[in-house]
């Protein structure tokens, strides 16, 4: 079970760095390793978590959008909805970059530029 | 299934572009949906006079589909008497309810035939009815006088 705490540590510490490297996209909840599982929440400005699934669905990647059943705490949280990607055992960095890259082409899908602001 | 025969041109441009996406005051009824399931939320103003659909307004949030199919609603029913409005709407709901066998006429559905794609996605129908709902209660809660 250790081994596999420290493959999630490794991955989400990973995909907290590229994530955050993408214009426009601000991750929910903590930014360092403290109190964070291998899940991650995130907003793309510009677009919307369902439009953001379903161009990643389209390019084999799974993630959860939505409510996550958890209105009051996006009400809290001040956001419409959210995007959420989880890692496990049989996940590894290749998969993290996929992810990035999805949602840069879902950028350039939905014409959003880097300020967020659809062209 | 590619993105392209659901995220139309028209679509994307409703989407960035809304039409009618202001509340107009003084409603004859207003109505407040929420599609609970993905958190798309719309509220809409419905002016009546007679029988006829004067003026459609809106607020919302959500996602693309949900947007631009609100906006072609409030652009195609306004104007329209109530009965012929009530039955646009039946035919929309038929087309996105065909998972991807009715293309819809354009006669009839305008702009609205752009999201024939969208009924071949099953979790996005409701995103692009959620608008064409609203309106059907607030026709229906203005008949009833309330």
């Given at each position: 079970?250790?081994?596999?705490?420290?493959?999630?540590?490794?991955?989400?510490?990973?995909?907290?760095?590229?994530?955050?490297?993408?214009?426009?996209?601000?991750?929910?909840?903590?930014?360092?390793?403290?109190?964070?599982?291998?899940?991650?929440?995130?907003?793309?400005?510009?677009?919307?978590?369902?439009?953001?699934?379903?161009?990643?669905?389209?390019?084999?990647?799974a993630v959860r959008t939505g409510y996550?059943?958890?209105?009051?705490?996006?009400?809290?949280?001040?956001?419409?909805?959210?995007?959420?990607?989880?890692?496990?055992?049989?996940?590894?960095?290749?998969?993290?970059?996929?992810?990035?890259?999805?949602?840069?082409?879902?950028?350039?899908?939905?014409?959003?530029?880097?300020?967020?602001?659809?062209? | 299934?590619?993105?392209?025969?659901?995220?139309?041109?028209?679509?994307?441009?409703?989407?960035?572009n809304p039409l009618h996406k202001k509340?107009?005051?003084?409603?004859?009824?207003?109505?407040?949906?929420?599609?609970?399931?993905?958190?798309?939320?719309?509220?809409?103003?419905?002016?009546?006079?007679?029988?006829?659909?004067?003026?459609?307004?809106?607020?919302?949030?959500?996602?693309?589909?949900?947007?631009?199919?609100?906006?072609?609603?409030?652009?195609?029913?306004?104007?329209?008497?109530?009965?012929?409005?009530?039955?646009?709407?039946?035919?929309?709901?038929?087309?996105?309810?065909?998972?991807?066998?009715?293309?819809?006429?354009?006669?009839?559905?305008?702009?609205?035939?752009?999201?024939?794609?969208?009924?071949?996605?099953?979790?996005?129908?409701?995103?692009?009815?959620?608008?064409?709902?609203?309106?059907?209660?607030?026709?229906?809660?203005?008949?009833?006088?309330?």
């Open positions: 079970m250790a081994k596999i705490a420290e493959h999630e540590h490794e991955l989400t510490k990973y995909a907290l760095t590229e994530l955050q490297k993408i214009p426009g996209l601000a991750i929910v909840g903590p930014r360092d390793l403290e109190n964070r599982g291998a899940v991650l929440s995130f907003t793309v400005e510009g677009i919307h978590p369902h439009d953001l699934g379903q161009v990643l669905d389209e390019y084999g990647i996550h059943c958890a209105w009051p705490l996006m009400r809290a949280m001040n956001v419409v909805a959210t995007t959420r990607a989880s890692f496990y055992i049989y996940n590894d960095t290749s998969d993290v970059d996929e992810l990035v890259s999805g949602i840069t082409r879902a950028q350039e899908f939905f014409n959003v530029s880097s300020s967020g602001v659809l062209r | 299934m590619n993105l392209d025969s659901l995220y139309q041109e028209v679509i994307m441009d409703h989407y960035k509340l107009s005051p003084e409603p004859t009824v207003q109505v407040h949906h929420v599609n609970t399931s993905c958190g798309d939320e719309v509220t809409l103003n419905l002016h009546m006079d007679g029988n006829l659909v004067s003026d459609i307004s809106w607020e919302g949030s959500g996602c693309s589909i949900s947007q631009a199919s609100t906006s072609v609603m409030s652009d195609l029913l306004r104007g329209k008497d109530e009965d012929e409005a009530l039955k646009i709407v039946a035919d929309f709901l038929e087309m996105m309810q065909s998972k991807g066998t009715k293309s819809g006429d354009e006669n009839i559905l305008g702009d609205g035939v752009a999201l024939a794609g969208v009924s071949k996605f099953p979790a996005r129908v409701k995103c692009a009815l959620l608008g064409w709902m609203a309106f059907k209660d607030a026709v229906t809660r203005s008949r009833s006088g309330e």
